[in-house]
Antibody
C-alpha cells in the first residue's frame, strides 16, 4: 500500500524557517518524481515544486512565489523527500501536501494527508 | 505560466442528475509528439487531500466510479458526473502537466440542490 506521511509543520514567525518531511512507503521511491503542493485556508491548490529521480538528474523546479526561498531535496536511503522553507511570509500559511508523480512525473496519483504551516507573529 | 480557468465556481445539482465541470487552459495541452492531452482532474472532499479521478484528459483511474468521465482536447476540457450521488459533494480541480510550473484551476464547488 502506498503511503506518504508528512511532518514538520507548525507555527512560525515571519522570516522563520521550517523543514517539512515526507516519508514514503509502498513503492520504488528511487524512481519517483516527488512534488509539493500547498493550500491556503479555504483556497485552492498551488503547486510549490518538484524533484526528479536520481536517474533523471535529481533536478528541481519551483513555482515563482517560492523560488529562492524554498528548497526540495530527497534522501533515497530513507525514502524521504524534504521541503526546506526559509524566509516565511504570512501568505505561506497553509496545508502542505506531498505527492508522488505518476510515471513521467506528471499528474499525482498519491497524496499525503498534509502538514499545516502557520506563519504569524 | 499556463493559466487554468474553471467554470462555474460553484454548481448545485439534484441527486441523480448530471453535473458538468468546465476547464479552459491558456494554451493547448495537446502534445504533438504523442497526441495526448496533459490534463488531470481531482476531487477534494473537506478535510481530505485531493484524489486523482482522471488523467490524460479522459483516462479514468482504477477504482473511480464509471459515472465520472473526462473529455475535451487542446484548450477546452470537461468533467462529467452522469448521475450525481450524495458522496460526490466536493471541490473539483483541473490541473495541467504540459509544462512547469504545474498549474491548477481555481476549483468548482459541487453541492446538492
Amino acid at each position: 500500500e502506498v503511503q506518504l506521511v508528512e511532518s514538520g509543520g507548525g507555527l512560525v514567525k515571519p522570516g522563520g524557517s521550517l523543514r517539512l518531511s515526507c516519508a514514503a512507503s509502498g513503492f520504488p521511491f528511487t524512481n519517483a518524481w516527488m512534488s509539493w503542493v500547498r493550500q491556503a485556508p479555504g483556497k485552492g491548490l498551488e503547486w510549490v515544486g518538484r524533484i526528479k529521480s536520481k536517474k533523471d538528474g535529481e533536478t528541481t523546479d519551483y513555482a515563482g512565489p517560492v523560488k529562492g526561498r524554498f528548497t526540495i531535496s530527497r534522501d533515497d536511503s530513507k525514502n524521504t523527500v524534504y521541503l526546506q522553507v526559509n524566509g516565511l511570509k504570512t501568505e505561506d500559511t497553509g496545508m502542505y501536501f506531498c505527492m508522488r508523480g505518476a510515471p513521467g512525473g506528471t499528474y499525482y496519483d498519491y497524496w499525503g494527508q498534509g502538514t499545516q504551516v502557520i506563519v504569524s507573529s | 505560466d499556463i493559466v487554468m480557468t474553471q467554470s462555474p465556481d460553484s454548481l448545485a445539482v439534484s441527486l441523480g442528475e448530471r453535473a458538468t465541470f468546465n476547464c479552459k487552459s491558456g494554451q493547448s495541452l495537446l502534445h504533438s509528439s504523442n497526441n495526448n492531452n496533459y490534463l488531470a482532474w481531482y476531487q477534494q472532499k473537506p478535510g481530505q487531500p485531493p484524489k486523482l479521478l482522471i488523467s490524460w484528459a479522459s483516462s479514468r483511474e482504477s477504482g473511480v466510479p464509471d459515472r465520472f468521465s473526462g473529455s475535451g482536447s487542446g484548450t477546452d476540457f470537461t468533467l462529467t458526473i452522469s448521475s450525481l450521488q450524495a458522496e460526490d459533494v466536493a471541490v473539483y480541480y483541473c490541473q495541467q502537466y504540459y509544462s512547469t510550473p504545474i498549474t491548477f484551476g481555481q476549483g468548482t464547488r459541487l453541492e446538492i440542490k
